[in-house]
């Protein structure tokens, strides 16, 4: 590989206007603010309206992230989105961002890794970036999982929320940007957390499948096996990283995996009580939450991490 590093330049996120407070949810379901407080952390969710699609929330949060990173439309030569809710079977999301955006050079694609997409679609783009085949990278994580919610089913649909948020990656020397990502993935868990339609096999879309308690005992250890492989393969302690954003899934599950590796609470940015679980979208979204509040400042460095349906998990070290 080159000593090419991508500069996370730019960061920008959007949410649907309208919120639902767990007292909306009550309405719907037979549930409560404290069974939903106590159990996940989450007070409200942000829903898309019903003529707001996910490339209409991925490109609001590109619009800012571009302007953020202080480009334009002319630099950006790859859009990389990942979601679990595309606009359509095909084509990808990320060609309709492409055009929504008034952008007709350079290449865009969709990634699929559920919660885990930004991690995905951010260790894309940095490959593309250091083999020299992309410059500046959009790489948007967005959804609207509102729409594949079983809106009878109350172990699952008050977990969930809409929301996008995307960073502009920039081809620069070696110092700042990404400095490791880690994948993984074991498709033996499918049957944990899964939509039950598609194209191919019912002609449906179908609606979000959980086995929560299964999902949350996975969650902690694959999540912190995999921050300290990274941790490990980057050479740099756990104890030195500033910063934690995890996938905002569940308060539980982000202070299970703090706990696990003796990360304290303060540095784990949580934004799951405001958005609830956006997939992945939560990253950049809490990302973002942090660089405006003036927690993240640039050069710390900073770990984010997922799991999600697959499963598929994974981390990503950068410093800002
Ligand atoms: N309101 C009130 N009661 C509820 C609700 C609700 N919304 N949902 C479930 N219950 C009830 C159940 O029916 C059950 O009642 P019972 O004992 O009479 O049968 C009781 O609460 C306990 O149910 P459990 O499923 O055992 O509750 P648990 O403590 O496991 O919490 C939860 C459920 C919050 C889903 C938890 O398992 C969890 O957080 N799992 C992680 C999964 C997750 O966050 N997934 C997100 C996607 S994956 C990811 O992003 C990592």
């Not at 400095?179 to 049957?191: A, E, K, N, P, V």
């Not at 005992?217 to 490990?232: P, T, W």
Request: hydrophobic share 45%; with cysteine; aromatic share 6%.
């Amino acid at each position: 590989m080159t000593g090419i590093r991508s500069h996370i330049a730019g960061i920008g996120t959007y949410l649907p206007a309208r919120v639902m407070t767990n007292a909306d949810m009550s309405e719907i379901v037979e549930t409560s603010d404290t069974w939903i407080r106590e159990r996940t952390g989450i007070a409200q969710r942000h829903i898309a309206a019903d003529d707001e699609y996910t490339s209409d929330l991925a490109v609001e949060a590109a619009r800012v992230a571009i302007a953020h990173a202080g480009k334009s439309i002319e630099d950006i030569d790859l859009i990389v989105v990942a979601t679990a809710t595309p606009d359509l079977t095909f084509p990808a999301t990320a060609t309709i961002v492409q055009n929504k955006l008034g952008i007709h050079h350079g290449a865009a694609f969709d990634v699929h890794a559920v919660c885990s997409g930004f991690l995905y679609a951010l260790a894309t783009a940095d490959n593309f970036i250091k083999a020299g085949q992309a410059t500046n990278a959009l790489v948007i994580g967005a959804e609207t999982f509102s729409r594949i919610l079983d809106w009878t089913d109350r172990t699952t649909c008050v977990l969930f929320g809409d929301g996008a948020g995307a960073m502009v990656l920039s081809a620069q020397g070696e110092g700042e940007g990404l400095i490791r990502t880690h994948l993984r993935s074991d498709g033996q868990f499918c049957d944990l957390l899964y939509v039950d339609g598609g194209p191919s096999r019912t002609k449906t879309v179908g609606h979000l499948r959980m086995q929560g308690n299964q999902v949350f005992r996975h969650a902690v250890g694959k999540i912190a096996g995999s921050m300290q492989e990274l941790a490990d393969m980057a050479g740099i302690p756990i104890s030195e990283i500033d910063w934690f954003v995890p996938h905002q899934a569940n308060q539980r599950i982000l202070e299970g995996v703090a706990k696990r590796l003796s990360i304290p609470v303060e540095k784990v940015i949580s934004t799951v009580g405001r958005h609830g679980n956006t997939s992945a979208a939560s990253i950049p979204l809490a990302f973002d939450a942090a660089v405006q509040d003036g927690r993240i400042k640039r050069g710390d460095l900073v770990l984010m991490e997922a799991l999600g349906g697959g499963f598929t998990w994974g981390a990503a070290l950068a410093r800002y």
